[in-house]
């Protein structure tokens, strides 16, 4: 099937997820993708290009806390990544922080609602737009989440990515770009008419060079964690180019995404109950509770900031030989990338944070036993 009809054909088939997505962001059209990483990508070439410049040395501000892949993707689209320090409450970055990132050079700043979390993001939007900086909202942890104003998040920037892929919110493949400024349509459009993608490797080599990554950048934390070594960004960069086919993939079963999108109500209120569940058993305890997700309505993963970051390491080692998962998300993304971009908080938010499961695999027993297990294990870990 050739690409254009293969995109109507994707279109029909999520007809009612387009027009729930639309109605809730106030958007004009979405682009489906296999990857909210795709949806970066593409995002990032239309702020190049309305920028005006199309500037070789064009830069994005993305928030130290996150997950590699945004910046991954910048690279591939040849716009530098900046990274703005973070709110040691939230793990999220002000707008005082994103400022300070500011260049020349700046064509998009990336807001990732991390965690499920939100924010009053109307300074930002203001801000964006007296210096024709584009604003992409992450929406891949948050789906369904609501504003501080009881509107939903990907509403207030131009752009909004979404994630369908595995550990999200619906795990059923795919993400999406939501064009929310009406006057990036064209850009858009012009872009979809006069390019395809750049190929695409097979799933199966994928799978592998993914493996390969996900190995690379845990021994690279590894090491930056135990503070074996203060600089890994040279080792990285070095390597990064072979991972970059990993970012763009198309929307491969369409389908799926329709018949999970009537769950998505469901499916937040069993993560937003195990939320509950946790805070209440971790109400008292030698850590600080992220509680965000009570006002947003999602809850990506239950998220602590333990007061005793020498011994995380060993503590989430316990909890996992009590049989929960446990991890210990995002190292600061500045190290891999851009050292040069200080971000002291998002250092010490990363030796202190623990995220726990609330998704389809875990139940109230699960939750509880599970909540039961950091309880027991921080009295002996407690600095
Ligand atoms: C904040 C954020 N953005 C983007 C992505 C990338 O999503 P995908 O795997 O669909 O490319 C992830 C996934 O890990 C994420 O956590």
Redesign the pocket.
Same mark, same amino acid.
């Given at each position: 099937m050739s690409s254009l009809l293969q995109k109507a054909e994707t279109s029909k088939i999520l007809q009612p997820v387009e027009a729930d997505l639309l109605r809730e962001s106030g958007g004009a059209a979405i682009e489906w993708y !296999?990857?909210?990483? *795709? &949806? @970066?990508y593409r995002a990032y070439t239309i702020a190049r290009k309305s920028s005006g410049a199309e500037a070789k040395e064009a830069e994005v501000i993305l928030p130290s806390i996150?997950?590699a *892949?945004?910046a991954n &993707?910048a690279l591939l689209a040849g716009v530098t990544p900046r990274f703005a320090d973070i709110d040691p409450r939230t793990g999220m970055p002000t707008l005082q922080n994103i400022q300070q990132c500011w260049t020349p050079q700046t064509c998009a700043v990336v807001f990732?609602h @991390?965690f499920g979390q939100t924010a009053d993001l109307r300074s930002l939007a203001e801000w964006c737009r007296a210096r024709n900086v584009l604003l992409i909202e992450?929406m &891949?942890?948050a789906l369904g989440a609501r504003l501080p104003d009881g509107t939903a998040a990907g509403s207030v920037g131009d752009l909004s990515?979404y994630?369908?892929?595995p *550990?999200?919110i619906l795990e059923c493949g !795919? !993400?999406a770009l939501l064009i929310r400024s009406p006057k990036l349509v064209p850009i858009c459009t012009t872009l979809a008419g006069s390019d395809t993608l750049p190929p695409e490797i097979d799933d199966a080599q994928a799978k592998t060079l993914s493996l390969s990554y996900r190995n690379l950048h845990h021994s690279l934390v590894a090491l930056l964690r135990t503070r074996a070594v203060d600089e890994v960004s040279t080792a990285f960069l070095k390597l990064q180019p072979a991972f970059r086919p990993l970012?763009l993939?198309h929307m491969k079963d369409p389908a799926a995404l329709a018949v999970a999108w009537p769950q998505l109500q469901q499916v937040l209120e069993h993560r937003y109950r195990n939320a509950q569940q946790y805070d209440e058993i971790l109400a008292e305890g030698n850590w600080q509770r992220i509680s965000q997700w009570q006002r947003s309505g999602v809850c990506w993963r239950y998220s602590l900031l333990v007061n005793f970051s020498e011994k995380l390491v060993e503590f989430s080692e316990a909890i996992r030989r009590d049989g929960f998962h446990v991890s210990n998300l995002y190292w600061p993304v500045n190290d891999f990338f851009r050292p040069s971009d200080p971000c002291p908080n998002a250092d010490e938010f990363a030796r202190r944070i623990v995220n726990l499961w609330v998704d389809q695999t875990v139940d109230r027993q699960w939750v509880e036993k599970c909540a039961r297990s950091l309880v027991r294990n921080a009295s002996r870990f407690a600095a």
């Amino acid at each position: 099937m050739s690409s254009l009809l293969q995109k109507a054909e994707t279109s029909k088939i999520l007809q009612p997820v387009e027009a729930d997505l639309l109605r809730e962001s106030g958007g004009a059209a979405i682009e489906w993708y !296999g990857r909210a990483a *795709t &949806a @970066l990508y593409r995002a990032y070439t239309i702020a190049r290009k309305s920028s005006g410049a199309e500037a070789k040395e064009a830069e994005v501000i993305l928030p130290s806390i996150s997950c590699a *892949t945004p910046a991954n &993707a910048a690279l591939l689209a040849g716009v530098t990544p900046r990274f703005a320090d973070i709110d040691p409450r939230t793990g999220m970055p002000t707008l005082q922080n994103i400022q300070q990132c500011w260049t020349p050079q700046t064509c998009a700043v990336v807001f990732i609602h @991390l965690f499920g979390q939100t924010a009053d993001l109307r300074s930002l939007a203001e801000w964006c737009r007296a210096r024709n900086v584009l604003l992409i909202e992450d929406m &891949a942890q948050a789906l369904g989440a609501r504003l501080p104003d009881g509107t939903a998040a990907g509403s207030v920037g131009d752009l909004s990515v979404y994630s369908f892929n595995p *550990t999200k919110i619906l795990e059923c493949g !795919g !993400g999406a770009l939501l064009i929310r400024s009406p006057k990036l349509v064209p850009i858009c459009t012009t872009l979809a008419g006069s390019d395809t993608l750049p190929p695409e490797i097979d799933d199966a080599q994928a799978k592998t060079l993914s493996l390969s990554y996900r190995n690379l950048h845990h021994s690279l934390v590894a090491l930056l964690r135990t503070r074996a070594v203060d600089e890994v960004s040279t080792a990285f960069l070095k390597l990064q180019p072979a991972f970059r086919p990993l970012y763009l993939r198309h929307m491969k079963d369409p389908a799926a995404l329709a018949v999970a999108w009537p769950q998505l109500q469901q499916v937040l209120e069993h993560r937003y109950r195990n939320a509950q569940q946790y805070d209440e058993i971790l109400a008292e305890g030698n850590w600080q509770r992220i509680s965000q997700w009570q006002r947003s309505g999602v809850c990506w993963r239950y998220s602590l900031l333990v007061n005793f970051s020498e011994k995380l390491v060993e503590f989430s080692e316990a909890i996992r030989r009590d049989g929960f998962h446990v991890s210990n998300l995002y190292w600061p993304v500045n190290d891999f990338f851009r050292p040069s971009d200080p971000c002291p908080n998002a250092d010490e938010f990363a030796r202190r944070i623990v995220n726990l499961w609330v998704d389809q695999t875990v139940d109230r027993q699960w939750v509880e036993k599970c909540a039961r297990s950091l309880v027991r294990n921080a009295s002996r870990f407690a600095a």
